[in-house]
């Protein structure tokens, strides 16, 4: 018997992770991917460990490049920045494309980087150096250049974004099948063709969908 029949893999959701925007420059646009794989490895020196998709654009921007921000996003992100950020690719899409950089909805780092200032409260600018391939995943461990608190809001948790931020799905509507004898109302994804009205003992073929 394997390890795999011992693992819940639900039981990861128990692990405490905040939500973060990754920021990095291919040269010719600004991107930025949401991660939520960013811990502090050490103090002295300051340095982070972060972890990104392989697949994504904007780890293998920060493979070349060797440079990230990571903006600590807020609870009071709306879902329309995880939809712009989150769901989309840097390859093909600019993400930064609708965004004015004033320095209110968002700026640019002392390393050349962009700050999503209206969502993020604080920003922390990293040089990678080292790297380990997780297989799926790429753990960049970085040192930190600079960091600079926005403002005073709570970082934006996984659990907070599940419960509160991300829409909840709405149940597929039922259709409504009505028996043409009595008016009972069957409600489901389909009658069954052995389906017997409770009322009036009708078979299915007395039965009419009506919504």
Avoid: R
Avoid at 120 to 143: P, Q, R, W
């Amino acid at each position: 018997m394997g390890n795999e029949n011992k693992i819940n893999n639900k039981v990861m959701f128990n692990l405490g992770y905040g939500l973060y925007l990754a920021t990095c420059f291919d040269g010719n646009k600004h991107n930025g991917t949401i991660c939520n794989s960013v811990m502090q490895a050490t103090s002295d020196p300051q340095q982070l460990v972060v972890i990104l998709n392989k697949n994504g654009y904007g780890c293998q921007t920060i493979l070349k490049t060797k440079k990230l921000n990571i903006c600590p996003l807020t609870e009071k992100t709306p879902f329309s920045v995880f939809q712009q950020f989150g769901f989309k690719s840097g390859k093909d899409t600019n993400k930064f494309e609708n965004i004015t950089f004033d320095g209110k909805n968002a700026s640019i780092s002392e390393n050349g980087l962009a700050v999503l200032n209206s969502y993020a409260n604080s920003y922390i600018s990293l040089e990678v150096t080292e790297t380990n391939d997780l297989g799926t995943h790429i753990l960049f461990v970085c040192k930190v250049t600079e960091a600079v608190s926005l403002n005073t809001e709570t970082t934006i948790s996984y659990n907070y974004y599940q419960q509160n931020v991300k829409p909840k799905a709405v149940p597929a509507a039922k259709k409504k099948f009505v028996c043409t004898i009595c008016g009972y109302v069957y409600e489901g994804e389909n009658l069954p063709a052995d389906f017997v009205c409770p009322w009036c003992g009708h078979d299915a073929t007395f039965f009419e969908q009506v919504g």
